[in-house]
């Protein structure tokens, strides 16, 4: 069975143009306005949206993403609602796939059985869990078949070869190359060193590899997207609904801004 990030990729190849793939924290500043965001983004470009799971101690975050998952938890969003978010958004939009992305702790809580049901009845389409690593996968494999939800993997600069090969064995969908070391949003990332690890994973499979962390205009996404298959934009656009919350424009322009950025970036796809 085909799945919508698999029709997704397909498309874009067809009509050679790379992914823009988006970052939001679900609930951030409440869920009224991360879901109207959510169905502002594939009008503004999105091809594919990474839903973010809200954690207390988001390790792999940086300060922008962090302080988004505190104003979502302080909004009292949890788990259920995202998934319901979801399911509401697929009402208007059954084509741009949705990946929920987060740590494995509010997932295993919420039980991963029911976790794996309720997102595929909501239209989930893919699952990036930041701290579950391969050796674990035996907890969700069977879940995410069963169910057609794609897992995808977080590559780094420091993966070799032989680590490579493990986390190909347990991934779908596409590959998360992460282009810096450290936390998002902080630091640019290498191009030269960016495209030599791409290239090196590509030789290795077909999955579509997509680049994230510190990517942030489109004169990266234009040269990332050279010899990848897509750019996330995260902190970014993250950072625009952080200035809306502390009363730097109103709703009206936030989404207008939104709007103008991503459709700079889309340009360069």
Same mark, same amino acid.
């Given at each position: 069975m085909t799945t919508r990030i698999?029709?997704?990729?397909? +498309?874009?190849?067809?009509?050679?143009?790379?992914?823009?793939?988006?970052?939001?924290?679900? *609930? &951030?500043? /409440?869920k009224k306005i991360s879901a109207e965001v959510l169905s502002l983004l594939p009008k503004s470009g999105a091809d594919l949206i990474e839903v973010g799971i809200p954690f207390s101690d988001p390790m792999a975050d940086g300060p922008t993403i962090q302080r988004s998952s505190l104003r979502a938890i302080k909004s009292g969003i949890n788990l259920k609602q995202i998934l319901e978010m979801v399911r509401d958004f697929r009402k208007g939009d059954s084509k741009t796939p949705i990946i929920l992305m987060g740590y494995f702790n509010p997932i295993f809580q919420y039980g991963l059985k029911n976790f794996f049901i309720d997102s595929s009845k909501? *239209?989930?389409? *893919?699952?990036?869990? @930041?701290?579950?690593?391969?050796?674990?996968?035996?907890?969700? +494999? &069977?879940?995410?078949?069963?169910? /057609?939800?794609?897992?995808?993997?977080?590559?780094?600069?420091?993966? /070799?070869?032989?680590?490579?090969?493990?986390?190909? $064995?347990?991934?779908?969908?596409?590959?998360?190359?992460?282009?810096?070391? *450290?936390?998002?949003?902080?630091?640019?990332?290498?191009?030269?060193?960016?495209? $030599?690890? @791409? /290239?090196?994973?590509k030789q290795l499979t077909s999955l579509p590899v997509v680049v994230g962390f510190g990517i942030n205009n489109s004169k990266q996404v234009k040269e990332i997207n050279k010899f990848s298959d897509g750019c996330v934009i995260g902190s970014a656009l993250v950072k625009i609904l952080e200035e809306y919350q502390m009363g730097k424009f109103n709703y009206k322009e936030m989404k207008t801004r939104v709007n103008i950025f991503l459709s700079k970036i889309n340009k360069a796809c």
């Open positions: 698999e029709e997704k990729f397909k +498309y874009l190849k067809k009509n050679k143009k790379k992914a823009l793939v988006c970052f939001l924290t679900a *609930g &951030d500043p /409440n909501s *239209g989930v389409d *893919g699952l990036i869990a @930041v701290d579950l690593p391969p050796e674990e996968n035996s907890l969700i +494999y &069977d879940y995410s078949k069963k169910f /057609n939800i794609d897992i995808i993997r977080l590559l780094t600069p420091t993966t /070799n070869i032989e680590r490579l090969k493990k986390i190909l $064995k347990s991934t779908s969908g596409f590959l998360y190359y992460v282009s810096i070391m *450290g936390i998002t949003g902080t630091k640019k990332p290498s191009i030269a060193l960016v495209k $030599k690890s @791409v /290239n090196k994973i």
